[in-house]
């Protein structure tokens, strides 16, 4: 079984930063793309950046800029160094992974999130 675990959520000042890590467990060959989204309250869940396996990244246009994802594909971890937070970057924030197991199943895995919340 796969599991994602994400840490890092809290209460932060507009203008603040957090930084989000998240890491996955279980027999796992290798993971491609990881990621983060997010989902505030009545609305859709979103993505906020993606990293592939190779490095490569990609932002939501409300983060580029603020945001910096990374990953340690050998620890099998991805972060998100969130900075100059916003009111409306409040939500909960869920990571994401595409999964490849030996047995070359493909899994998308989520993590349970964790909760930002931006005070203005």
């Known amino acids: 079984q796969v599991q994602l675990v994400e840490s890092g959520g809290g209460l932060v000042q507009s203008g603040g930063s957090l930084r989000l890590s998240c890491a996955a467990s279980?027999?796992?060959?290798?993971?491609?793309?990881m990621g983060w989204y997010r989902q505030a309250p009545g609305k859709e869940r979103e993505l906020v950046a993606r990293i592939t396996s190779s490095g490569s990244t990609n932002y939501a246009d409300s983060v580029k800029g603020r945001f910096t994802v990374s990953r340690d594909s050998p620890k099998n971890t991805v972060s998100i160094q969130m900075d100059s937070l916003k009111p409306e970057d409040a939500a909960v924030y869920y990571c994401?992974?595409?999964?490849?197991?030996?047995?070359?199943?493909?899994?998308?895995?989520w993590g349970q999130g964790t909760l930002v919340t931006v005070s203005s």
């Open positions: 279980g027999i796992i060959f290798m993971i491609n793309d």
């Open positions: 994401n992974a595409a999964v490849i197991l030996y047995s070359g199943r493909h899994l998308e895995v």
